[in-house]
């Protein structure tokens, strides 16, 4: 579980720094979509691209399992066995299998590859028409954006600390950890929040176009006041998140 997590974190920081480049391309008028079938295209193109693809769609099942287990037998650290605990890694189980499974459907067959926005909308669509269909992507909605402030709740308190080998780190480390681990999750929070918020817009309107999966929800961004400044700082923001992956690799408590 040790290895299959460390390899699953940077694999997990691999995607969120290919996305964050490709999203800072969109905030300059270039490049394609900025999510995980963007972030795998850019990946094939590589030397050794398929060989790249299966190793981060294998890391990202291992993180899967590294969850799976935490659910099972609880986390590491004191409140590791609380239910709560083990029901948030029963979810990012789930996530982080469906993610893995995308990847290596990419690797076997090229399937995966569609936009984000409209896997997003598809689904939206499906869950529309089931009974009381409304009211679950609402509800779904409402927890992508709930999970979204809580990201950024959590980054801004440093929780990260308490899973951390501060023994085995220097005061560099540290410092430079802080500023990735904050930053980094702000900008992955207020991402998920405003995915969370079009979807319950898409579930008000009973209108499945309305909801927009990461590619679409960053290209938002740049429709700001802001203009396409906001969008380069959540970029910067992906790709210290996806360094800040690298460090927890390295330094995490599994």
Same mark, same amino acid.
């Given at each position: 579980?040790?290895?299959?997590?460390?390899?699953?974190?940077?694999?997990?920081?691999?995607?969120?720094?290919?996305?964050?480049?490709l999203a800072l391309r969109l905030a300059f008028g270039g490049g394609e979509q900025a999510d995980n079938g963007g972030?795998?295209?850019?990946?094939?193109?590589?030397?050794f691209g398929a060989f790249l693809i299966w190793a981060i769609g294998i890391g990202v099942a291992g993180m899967a399992l590294w969850r799976l287990s935490e659910a099972l037998f609880g986390a590491a650290g004191?409140?590791?066995?609380?239910?709560?605990?083990?029901?948030?890694?029963?979810?990012?189980?789930?996530?982080?299998?469906?993610?893995?499974?995308?990847?290596?459907?990419?690797?076997?067959?090229?399937?995966?590859?569609?936009?984000?926005?409209?896997?997003?909308? &598809?689904?939206?669509? +499906?869950?529309?028409?089931? *009974? /009381? @269909?409304? !009211? =679950?992507? %609402?509800?779904?909605?409402?927890?992508i954006a709930g999970a979204g402030v809580w990201i950024v709740i959590q980054a801004a308190r440093r929780s990260f600390h308490k899973h951390l080998k501060h023994a085995q780190m220097s005061q560099t480390a540290r410092k430079v950890t802080d500023v990735l681990g904050v930053t980094g999750g702000i900008a992955r929070g207020v991402l998920f929040t405003v995915a969370g918020i079009f979807a319950v817009r898409a579930a008000l309107a009973y209108d499945p176009n309305k909801a927009k999966g990461m590619d &679409?929800?960053?290209? +938002?961004?740049?429709?700001? *006041? /802001? @203009?396409? !400044? =906001?969008? %380069?700082?959540?970029?910067?923001?992906?790709?210290?998140?996806?360094?800040?992956?690298?460090?927890?690799?390295?330094?995490r408590r599994v």
């Open positions: 579980m040790d290895a299959a997590a460390r390899w699953g974190l940077a694999a997990r920081g691999v995607i969120y720094c290919l996305i964050g480049l972030a795998l295209r850019e990946l094939g193109r590589q030397p004191p409140d590791g066995h609380k239910a709560t605990k083990r029901l948030s890694s029963a979810g990012r189980a789930v996530f982080y299998g469906l993610t893995s499974y995308s990847m290596i459907s990419f690797a076997i067959k090229d399937k995966g590859s569609g936009s984000s926005d409209k896997k997003s909308q &598809d689904v939206t669509a +499906t869950a529309l028409g089931w *009974p /009381a @269909g409304q !009211w =679950l992507v %609402a509800i779904g909605g409402l927890v &679409d929800t960053l290209r +938002t961004f740049a429709d700001t *006041p /802001a @203009g396409p !400044w =906001l969008l %380069a700082a959540i970029a910067i923001g992906l790709v210290l998140f996806g360094v800040f992956s690298f460090a927890l690799a390295r330094w």
